[in-house]
């Protein structure tokens, strides 16, 4: 009895393995080879972001975006506008023009180079200054892997990233600039 029962369960557990991981039901804002527009609900800031790669469906990515609301010390955005664009199949570095944090992101992609060009949502909360910045580490560690990130404690917030693309493997990896802001308004533009 015990060997018939062992064997039902490694034939089970087999089956389930031998599945491949289903990863169009998580929450994804585009399909690929789609453009997308991603914006936070105003007054919350980019917190999280998440994408699977594909070689067969163009070298894309679905991508996946959570926000959180800023804290209210930091009181309600001024402005938020649409920053620079970031060319397809070129490295890059992107931070929020006047001391902006990332609230939300939109991207084209591109059949001749296999990439997609990107353009941050940034917004603006009075004259509040970024400091203590830092870069993550490449996300993903190596290309075509899935990739996450998750804003590493409260208080810190996506100012903007730097990415590297490979031509050959034709995906890129990203590090994003986290800062945390000042709880007093201050008088300059940090870089």
């Known amino acids: 009895m015990k060997a018939a029962l062992l064997a039902s369960f490694l034939c089970l557990l087999s ?47 679905l991508w996946s975006f959570e926000c959180q609301r800023t804290p209210e010390t930091l009181g309600e955005p001024s402005d938020c506008w649409w920053d620079d664009i970031n060319r397809a199949g070129l490295e890059w570095s992107s931070t929020c023009t006047r001391n902006g944090l990332v609230a939300g992101v939109q991207s084209k992609y591109f059949e001749s180079v296999l990439d997609r060009e990107w353009q941050f949502y940034c917004c603006y909360y009075k004259r509040r200054c970024p400091y203590a910045c830092i870069k993550t580490n490449d996300i993903p560690e190596y290309h075509r892997e899935e990739a996450e990130m998750v804003i590493p404690a409260y208080g810190y917030f996506i100012r903007g990233a730097q990415t590297t693309f490979s031509g050959v493997l034709r995906d890129r990896q990203w590090k994003y600039i986290l800062c945390r802001m000042t709880d007093f308004d201050c008088e300059f533009e940090n870089l």
């Open 15 to 61: 089956t389930v393995v031998a599945q491949p991981y289903d990863h169009y039901d998580m929450g994804w804002v585009n399909g690929y080879r789609q453009g997308f527009n991603f914006q936070c609900p105003h007054g919350e800031a980019l917190v999280a972001i998440r994408s699977y790669f594909s070689e067969k469906e163009g070298s894309d990515r």
